[in-house]
């Protein structure tokens, strides 16, 4: 089955054609970009289908302050608007997939119910997206979170999971984040757990921690680097890219460094060979 392991890259009009060139040399063809700023609500991309270089896959990544999980946030309405109007430029510019963060719950002093209202209004907010873009061929993956001990984060890996398994919709899936997922306290050597999650992820994110992460804190802290980082060794890291590749799903580094990113792209695919060797 063919790797299709590749990063988050800037998305600059005029610049993305080299930039992916210049990858496609070492033998990636798959990258995540975001349509305009992370961290504006922009329901608009400066990008046409001329600047996406063909041969190559492409997932989007929605923006990062975007709340699905909680009508009576401000954020809930226009992020919906946000989610629909980047998955038309998606599907005009021929991308499968987009990924997106779930968001966080008001603080209320029942935590059980805060979980519950997240879920109803989670699931309100794919189903609606799900019905408005019918016939459209592009997927919504929802971002594991790292928790919070408040209870307040919502997306855990077993609360996605719950949601998305029992849906079973084609095109809502999971995008599945290795740091958040050690923050969250998720025990990423447990085979069991992820031969569970896997047949419903659409895309893994390949992240390591800083070292203040420890399993469970819930700190969401990526590390820019990820073989010489990750806390439990670059062991179950393998074992994750191995499991997407046999699943034939794109699996995404997220660094702010390029160079580092490189590195790992052409570590991991060594250490694969050696696995599967």
């Known amino acids: 089955m063919k790797s299709r392991l590749g990063m988050h890259i800037p998305a600059s009009k005029g610049q993305l054609k080299d930039i992916v060139s210049s990858l496609n040399e070492l033998g990636m063809e798959t990258f995540q970009i ?3 700023s992370p961290m504006r609500l922009s329901f608009e991309s400066p990008l046409e289908r ?37 998955t038309r430029i998606c599907q005009k510019l021929d991308i499968k997939q987009m990924v997106t963060h779930i968001g966080s719950v008001n603080k209320i002093d029942e935590r059980s119910m805060a979980v519950k209202k997240a879920y109803e209004d989670l699931e309100s907010f794919v189903m609606k997206w799900k019905s408005i873009t019918e016939g459209m061929d592009v997927t919504l993956a929802l971002e594991n979170c790292s928790g919070s001990k408040e209870g307040t984060k919502f997306g855990t890996l077993k609360q996605l999971y719950n949601l998305v398994s029992k849906l079973n919709e084609p095109r ?5 984040d290795t740091a958040h997922a050690f923050a969250n306290g998720v025990d990423l050597t447990n085979q069991k757990i992820l031969d569970t999650v896997f047949p419903y992820i ?24 990820l073989i010489k980082d990750f806390p439990l060794g670059p062991e ?19 660094r702010g460094n390029v160079r580092i990113g490189i590195e790992d792209y052409v570590s991991l695919n060594e250490m694969l060979v050696e696995t599967v060797a």
Not at 172 to 176: C, G, K, T
Not at 202 to 216: F, T
């Open 34 to 36: 975001c349509l305009n």
């Open 50 to 86: 001329e600047d996406i270089p063909e041969g190559s896959e492409f997932v989007v990544h929605a923006p990062y302050i975007l709340n699905l999980c909680d009508k009576t946030h401000r954020m809930y309405k226009v992020s919906l608007k946000v989610i629909l109007e980047w």
């Open 172 to 176: 809502i899936r999971i995008a599945f």
């Open 202 to 225: 659409s895309v893994v994110h390949l992240n390591s921690v800083e070292r203040a992460v420890r399993l469970g804190n819930h700190l969401d802290r990526h590390s820019n680097s």
């Open 236 to 254: 179950p890291i393998i074992n994750i890219y191995s499991q997407a590749v046999e699943c034939n799903i794109p699996a995404i580094l997220e």
